[in-house]
């Protein structure tokens, strides 16, 4: 019997078993928890039916990370002395940005240019080494997607308001419809190799975006199921110490776009 198959009699079985306690038809609740740490909830009396496709391809979420956690920032306090804001081409932090309920939410309406806003590291955030190449460095962030729209995140040996004028890893996610999205990752100041191509995505903002951090190398692991691979980075090279930003960034200058983060952890 296939798997699926195999679910779908056990969900069944687990439902009659808990209506028969009682002898009558009784809402239940069937919880299911994703591997990106989200979790759906389903009230049993309002499901008519459970159906399942062969012919369906399915992305599979990106798996739990692994390593020791070196670093998880929660916005649990505000805005902490280890970051800056940082705003340009139409940027403004204390119009758009705010910390609310432990998220770093940044909302640019329509209009402001390119409207880029959002934090970066006051001091570089970690520093390249050789080490890497076996046991990558790991920055997790965790957003809040149905209020996410569009976003950057940067890695430099920079700290500049504006990273589009420096060398950089340059990975963007940015919604372009009602059902579907794109993400990429690129050098802005480097030549086309080092880009990854970008990809076309669902609409929804992944949940989590994990970037695997080697030495001249990024990795990057959407919980929708997406990957992404940008090489020839020369700013990572081993000895160089890299600065964190994420802001908000539009499809089309004049846009609006919006980003809400719940967490960062670096994990190693």
């Not at 006051?122 to 890497?132: A, E, H, I, K, L």
Request: proline share 4%; aromatic share 10%.
């Amino acid at each position: 019997m296939k798997t699926k198959n195999k679910f779908a009699l056990l969900l069944m079985l687990m439902c009659s078993a808990l209506f028969a306690v009682a002898g009558v038809c009784i809402a239940s609740t069937v919880i299911i928890n994703f591997n990106d740490g989200s979790t759906v909830k389903y009230d049993t009396s309002q499901i008519m039916s459970i159906m399942f496709s062969d012919g369906a391809q399915v992305k599979y979420p990106a798996k739990s990370v692994e390593g020791n956690v070196l670093f998880t920032e929660d916005f649990s306090v505000g805005l902490t002395t280890m970051w800056e804001p940082m705003a340009c081409a139409g940027g403004d932090y204390k119009r758009f940005a705010k910390i609310e309920d432990g998220k770093l939410y940044v909302n640019v309406p329509p209009n402001n240019h390119w409207g880029k806003t959002g934090i970066v590291s006051r001091d570089p955030m970690f520093t390249v080494d050789g080490n890497m190449e076996s046991k990558p460095l790991k920055i997790v962030f965790d957003f809040d997607s149905p209020r996410t729209t569009g976003y950057v995140i940067a890695l430099s040996t920079a700290k500049a308001q504006d990273v589009w004028h420096h060398s950089n890893v340059w990975f963007y996610w940015m919604k372009t419809s009602a059902i579907n999205g794109v993400t990429g990752m690129v050098d802005t100041r480097a030549e086309k190799e080092t880009t990854s191509g970008q990809q076309v995505t669902p609409g929804q903002a992944p949940k989590t975006v994990i970037l695997s951090i080697y030495p001249e190398r990024v990795e990057a692991a959407l919980s929708d199921g997406t990957r992404l691979q940008s090489r020839n980075l020369s700013q990572l090279k081993v000895g160089n110490s890299i600065h964190l930003y994420i802001f908000s960034h539009p499809t089309n200058a004049g846009n609006p776009s919006a980003v809400s983060l719940d967490s960062i952890k670096i994990m190693r």
